[in-house]
């Protein structure tokens, strides 16, 4: 995959997850992992006052 399409993926994946998270936060950290029949993503985040959380734990 050439570089372009690697910098128009980044940026969808920021805007969703921007989009997702229903506060302001300060860092967001993306695990994903794709292989043939397997596809795993998980993100976390730190919100505003510097405390870790997932949306399932807050929402």
Sequence with gaps: ????NMEELYQKAIDILTAMIP???????LYAEV???YRKVFYYY??????SATIPMLY
Aim: hydrophobic share 15%; glycine share 4%.
């Design 1 to 4: 995959m050439n570089t372009k």
């Design 35 to 37: 292989r043939e029949g």
């Design 46 to 51: 730190t919100n505003s006052q510097n405390n």
């Design 23 to 29: 506060e302001e936060w300060y860092r967001i950290s």
